[in-house]
């Protein structure tokens, strides 16, 4: 009798292998459930054997035609690449062909050469999961456990279809941001682009003008063109001119708190900083549930074990409070508690959240309540973006208006003074 091998996650979401003899692979799945296991891969043990070879192979020489790429997979392309995938896995087509039609569609880059490692794997007897596996750059942990849920239960195409889905919705919203962001920060560039040049080129013309004329100049004034000095590099012992640092300062922030992020204090500072801004917190708020919540709706709808699933769902939440709240979550039902408990005690969600999640729980219908609050929230991140830019809007005609009258009133003033002292000395 074939012997099979398989991995499965136990009731503790804790995944372990192991062998079973069966008939075919549907009676080895059967035989491993009724062991309370929940099976994620399930294959011959000379498959298993041939995958290993081929991946060797694969390790040891290039793929014929294989092109040198920089940079990795856009969202983009990976979105249209499963798209098209689940339509010819729902079409009825082999897998291996499958991918290899897509692999002739794409033009020569990153993902061609993957799709061509994918299809060499699965000659070699892998599973499209663990093909995907071997790519974590290109297929993220959430993309490799629903393709394996979908090969267990015999629902690729499907698994697919709502990965598809789950990704255009995930990018839609992150254009909906960025889109309502260029606004202001093209409106703000130009602002201090103009500002700068101000006191570049403008300022000093002024500072000629009243040293002719021997003013006493206001404090205002004073500052103002001491400011025009260090920003044209004129300022005593300054070396860089102040239009340097204003010009680069955007991208010295951006790098910092890149690198501030990379350590786990940092990143845990930064996001809980970040959610208790006013205005902005609310949104980064509502955006991580929306984004939270879609995940997991996605990987328990797809089949993944719930222990699993929150694992990964914290694991690409990008947000700290909502990893600590998730690994809450995890816990306690591992211990057997419930899902909305923790959450409820954690703080990070509306209570009307945390309400729609016992409901789920209480129903069996988990997965499609996450889903409806994805789709509430991300309105709601629409709500708040456009409130966002109503704010934002007054607050830069106010910033814009209240510096163009300082420079205008400092330069004014010692004009000014300039005509009193010309019309007393006609006098």
């Known amino acids: 009798m074939p012997i099979f091998a398989y991995e499965a996650a136990n009731s503790a979401g804790k995944n372990q292998k192991g062998t079973i003899e069966a008939e075919t692979s549907e009676e080895a799945v059967r035989k491993i459930r009724t062991q309370g296991l929940f099976p994620t891969s399930v294959r011959e043990q000379k498959a298993a054997a041939a995958a290993k070879k081929a991946a ?16 990795g997979v856009s969202t983009k392309m990976l979105t249209m690449f499963t798209r098209q995938m689940s339509t010819l896995q729902d079409a009825g087509l082999p897998l291996l062909r499958s991918l290899q039609i897509l692999e002739d569609q794409q033009k020569p880059g990153k993902l061609k050469n993957v799709l061509g490692d994918v299809c060499e794997s699965i000659s070699g007897g892998s599973s499209l999961s663990e093909a995907f596996a071997q790519h974590p750059r290109v297929f993220t942990r959430l993309y490799v ?61 002024f500072q000629e003008i009243f040293a002719d004329f021997d003013v006493a100049l206001p404090a205002l004034t004073v ?29 010295i922030i951006f790098f910092f708190f890149k690198l501030v992020r990379m350590t786990k204090f ?15 917190g609310t949104l980064i708020k509502k ?17 993944v074990p719930i222990l699993e699933a ?48 016992d409901v789920g729980e209480e129903t069996g219908d988990l997965d499609a ?31 814009l ?27």
């Open 310 to 357: 929150i694992l990964i769902t914290r694991d690409t939440s990008g947000n700290y409070v909502f990893e600590k709240a998730l690994t809450k979550v995890h816990d306690s039902i591992r211990e057997g508690e419930t899902f909305a408990k923790p959450l409820r005690e954690s703080r990070v969600c509306d209570a009307i959240v945390v309400n729609m999640i």
């Open 266 to 280: 940092g990143r845990a500072a930064t996001d809980v900083i970040r959610m208790q801004i006013p205005v902005i």
């Open 369 to 399: 309540m996450l889903m409806k609050i994805a789709d509430n929230y991300e309105e709601e991140v629409d709500v708040a973006v456009a409130s966002l830019l109503s704010l934002l809007e007054p607050f830069m005609v106010v910033i």
């Open 223 to 251: 500052w103002l063109i001491g400011a025009s000095k260090w920003v044209a590099g004129q300022g005593e012992g300054q070396k860089v001119p102040g239009a340097v640092w204003v010009m680069a300062s955007p991208v």
């Open 56 to 71: 060797d192979i694969k390790k040891k020489k290039r793929k014929k035609g294989m092109t040198m790429t920089i940079g």
């Open 401 to 427: 208006g209240g510096i163009v009258g300082t420079i205008v009133l400092a330069l004014f003033l010692p004009l000014v003074s300039m005509i009193e002292s010309i019309s007393g000395q006609k006098s």
């Open 287 to 303: 955006t991580a549930i929306a984004r939270f919540t879609r995940t997991l709706g996605t990987l328990v709808a797809a089949g």
């Open 145 to 205: 456990k629903m393709v394996a849920a979908g090969e267990v239960g015999g629902v690729l195409d499907v698994v697919m279809q709502r990965l598809a889905e789950f990704m255009e919705k995930g990018q839609r919203l992150k254009r909906r941001i960025i889109g309502a962001m260029i606004y202001p920060a093209v409106v703000i560039s130009i602002a201090v682009a103009i500002v700068t040049g101000i006191m570049y080129f403008v300022i000093p013309k």
